[in-house]
């Protein structure tokens, strides 16, 4: 499989990065553990290097998935972990960026992956309470203790880009896009390519819709997140629009994918994959027979008559419903 690089910094991964949010048993719903492990090894099989989890998944579940799956083959697996989300009231996570709460969280997520040294570590989401200058400075002082190579930010906007950038470089910025969601297209990513900033495209396949799964019947259980309708900030889920999207959905796999030998999920990752800015899309998948099929994608170079094609799809159902909303600000709590 063919790498990319974060920026400059000659950091290469592979374009699709597996993500463990879905393996937490948090907020999907329960998960088999052992098929988890499998599934990040079959990736590894398949030639995937880059692999995201957070301490916020499932309080730490997550990582100890990660770290049991990659133990005895860490070489050459790029991890990315994350502070700054901690347990709140109501089960609900926090915001905490301060400096006692990040050293804690570097020395706590390394135990539980079982490294001396994570790949990239993010600021999770904005933290408004803490001074930005603090939240920087620690991770100046997390990089040069050698627990991470590369340090990052996720769901911050271009104003706060351009403070952190005021204070010290940026490696890496995790960002949600999909072909729902087309916001960060507007200032994120001109920002990202003028100051050569890796970006991870997080919720590649519209957290389950670009799958191809989902019928107009389809619900989620209570437990699952996707249950109210709205993914960060995208009411793509619910009601009417939901109904559309699956029309969508479906269209884009007859008219466009399946001529072209690809299932709807290849398609749409690879749609992503052809924005330049895009260093790597995350996928989430629970057994290995997802991940297979999502690796498929790598190696699809869309024409631009195949852009086209699915930009008119795209555009007919968007007059239709309202599926892309503004990105109101990075300081919103979307959880």
Same mark, same amino acid.
């Given at each position: 499989m063919e790498t990319r690089q974060f920026g400059t910094t000659g950091v290469e991964v592979s374009p699709i990065t597996l993500g463990s949010w879905p393996m937490s048993g948090d907020r999907y719903g329960a998960i088999d553990d052992t098929e988890a492990v499998n599934t990040i090894r079959r990736a590894r099989e398949q030639g995937i290097t880059s692999f995201d989890t957070a301490p916020g998944y499932g309080t730490g579940h997550a990582e100890e998935t990660l770290g049991a799956a990659l133990a005895g083959a860490r070489e050459g697996a790029v991890v990315t972990t994350k502070c700054g989300m901690v347990p709140g009231p109501g089960g609900r996570n926090a915001r905490d960026s301060s400096r006692a709460s990040m050293l804690r969280e570097i020395d706590d997520s390394l135990?539980?992956?079982?490294?001396?040294?994570?790949?990239?570590? %993010?600021?999770?989401?904005?933290?408004?309470?803490?001074?930005?200058?603090?939240?920087?400075?620690?991770?100046?002082?997390?990089?040069?203790? *050698?627990?991470?190579?590369?340090?990052?930010?996720?769901?911050?906007?271009v104003p706060l880009l351009e403070r952190c950038l005021q204070l010290r470089s940026i490696d890496v910025v995790q960002v949600g896009y999909n072909l729902f969601d087309r916001r960060m297209e507007r200032e994120?990513?001109?920002?990202?390519?003028?100051?050569?900033?890796?970006?991870?495209?997080?919720?590649?396949?519209?957290?389950?819709?670009?799958?191809?799964?989902?019928?107009?019947?389809?619900?989620?259980?209570?437990?699952?997140?996707?249950?109210? *309708?709205?993914?960060?900030?995208?009411?793509? %889920?619910? *009601?009417?629009?939901?109904?559309?999207?699956?029309?969508?959905?479906?269209?884009?796999?007859?008219?466009v994918a399946a001529p072209m030998g690809l299932t709807v999920a290849q398609l749409a990752l690879a749609w992503v994959l052809r924005n330049p800015v895009v260093t790597t899309a995350m996928v989430g998948a629970r057994v290995p027979a997802e991940i297979e099929e999502n690796v498929g994608a790598a190696q699809v170079h869309l024409t631009d008559d195949d852009a086209a094609r699915i930009e008119a799809l795209m555009a007919d159902v968007a007059g239709q419903v309202d599926v892309f909303r503004p990105f109101s600000s990075a300081m919103e709590v979307w959880s």
């Open positions: 135990r539980r992956l079982r490294t001396d040294q994570v790949d990239v570590y %993010l600021v999770h989401w904005p933290d408004p309470k803490t001074p930005l200058e603090e939240t920087m400075s620690t991770l100046d002082d997390i990089q040069r203790a *050698g627990k991470t190579r590369l340090v990052g930010v996720s769901n911050f906007d994120v990513f001109p920002f990202c390519r003028a100051h050569h900033i890796g970006v991870m495209a997080y919720g590649s396949l519209a957290y389950g819709l670009l799958t191809g799964g989902f019928t107009a019947d389809t619900t989620f259980d209570p437990t699952d997140w996707r249950s109210g *309708g709205v993914a960060f900030g995208q009411p793509i %889920l619910g *009601g009417d629009n939901f109904r559309h999207n699956v029309e969508l959905v479906n269209r884009l796999r007859d008219e």
